[in-house]
């Protein structure tokens, strides 16, 4: 029997997290939900200089806004909790012992000012980065070049180290990563970096390796960024004797920039007039606000979708899918090499579709928190109706209100460009004597009022826009807005009425 596909999204909570990373973890959630395993959400906390207040949170928030769920987590807990690595201090120091003691890691004491003197001096006689390697630690303080007797002294004085990793000097490694094909990096262009830090706290690589492996993981889909890591977490399974358990390797294309000039960064969404983060943030050191997907009136169904196909090709002409539709189609086969170029106005035609697909009691929810915002309350019936009119203009959430908000209070002043270029003398003699005419209907909708109005403007000789503009402005505040009659079927005869009455006493 085939093992049970399992996963991870492993997030660092070291800020809000980009869309990139939502992705990221989009992709792991539709691969595990298609092949029924499991998916698990670890925070990888052990970088602790870079830890941000409440990132934690933002990164559960933001997932569950987006309908992406865990199998095993930080607060449901699993077979292989606990699911914070800051909570797993111990099992880091059992593996990093092992480590040390087969000898493919090593202490290392040279001090951070030590170590920036190296990268000074190497950049000085241009001789490239400075790198902690086979060549270079005979040099350097470490348990390879010093005295064993020196070392257990260092140790034993609690001298401050780093554990590293001893990259052998001369081998290929080759693996087969699912998108990429196959990668091979000779060892020499490795360093031996950190596995364990001098605050004793295991650094992303240790970490990250040794919880793959306990928690059997059976797939890494990860960013890009990571590749170059990967290697030498190769190297960590085989130093463990875990080759048999290795998961296999997805690493997913970049989200570039608009123009595709470069990665897109989290400053490129204010920048460029979009959000790149799912949910607003606001950064609890500069006090920056950067804008959300949510806040700024996406559907999450819309943002995933758009996410989806951010890397991911279907093959075909489709570009709706449902999450279940996600899941049944997705396949990490069909996803490119090369970075895909993030679309705001594609994420925008989305949330349009979206909008316009929704059953409209669903429509009815979002437009009546709106109305709430605006302190105005109306029936459901009347909001139904308006909606009904309204709904294929919306591309954001808000649009629900900013396009229909006539509908449910009458505007209180007049596009001053409009009033001066319509309203002319007979103007009001026209609005009053059309008004009166259909204040006697018993049905008001507007293929009465629309053949109302084209007897009333024939018989005075006049041009339908000289009742209908005017007649707008005294409902909408501006020439804005679906057709007039409908607009005024709406409404009904009283506000109408009304709205001629307040109209005219201002504008005369
Ligand atoms: N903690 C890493 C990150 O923040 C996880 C990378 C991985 O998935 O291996 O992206």
Known sequence: ???????????????????????????????????????????EDTDRQRLVGGAEQYILDSLSWCGITFDEDIHKGGLYAPYRQSDRLSVYKTYIGRLIDRGHAYYAFDSPAELDEMRRRAQEVGSGQFQYSYQ???????????????????????????????????????????????????????????????????????????????????????????????????LLYRFFGWEENMPQFAHLPLILKPDGNGKLSKRDGDRLGFPVFPLAYTDPVSNEIFHGYREDGYLPEAFINMLALLGWNPGTEKELFSMPELINTFSLEKVGKHGSKFDPEKAKWFNHQYLSQKPLVELLILTKNLLKEHSV????????????????????????????????????????????????????????????????????????????????????????????????????????????????????????????????????
């Open 377 to 508: 309350s109306s029936p459901d019936d009347y909001i139904l109706k308006v909606l009904s009119l309204t709904r294929d203009r919306a591309i954001l959430v808000g649009d629900l209100w900013k396009n229909s908000w006539f509908f449910f209070q009458a505007p209180q002043t007049y596009d001053e460009l409009s009033v001066t270029k319509i309203w002319q003398p007979p103007t009001s003699a026209i609005v009053r004597d059309f008004a009166k005419e259909v204040s006697s209907f018993v049905e008001f909708t507007e293929k009465q009022l629309h053949e109302a109005a084209t007897v009333f403007t024939r018989c005075r000789e006049i041009k339908m826009g000289m009742l209908m503009t005017p007649l707008r402005l005294l409902m909408v505040g501006s020439n804005q807005g679906p057709g007039i009659m409908d607009i005024i079927e709406i409404l009904g005869k009283s506000e109408f009425l009304s709205r001629i009455e307040s109209g005219l006493n201002k504008l005369d």
């Open 1 to 43: 029997m085939p093992e049970k596909i399992r996963v991870r999204f492993a997030p660092s909570p070291t800020g809000p997290l980009h869309l990139g990373g939502v992705r990221t973890a989009l992709f792991n959630y539709l691969f595990a939900r298609q092949h029924g395993g499991s998916f698990i959400l670890r925070i």
């Open 136 to 234: 270079s630690r005979p040099h350097l303080k470490n348990s390879l070049s010093l005295s064993p007797k020196e070392v257990t002294e260092r140790l034993k004085n609690q001298d401050p180290f780093v554990i590293r990793i001893r990259i052998p000097e001369d081998e290929v490694v080759i693996f087969k990563d699912i998108i990429r094909g196959e990668v091979k990096v000779h060892t020499s262009t490795l360093d031996d970096k950190v596995l364990f830090k001098s605050d004793g706290f295991p650094t992303y690589h240790l970490a990250n390796v040794v919880d793959d492996y306990l928690m059997k993981i059976t797939h890494v889909i990860r960013g890009e960024e990571w590749l170059p890591s990967a290697p030498m977490h190769l």
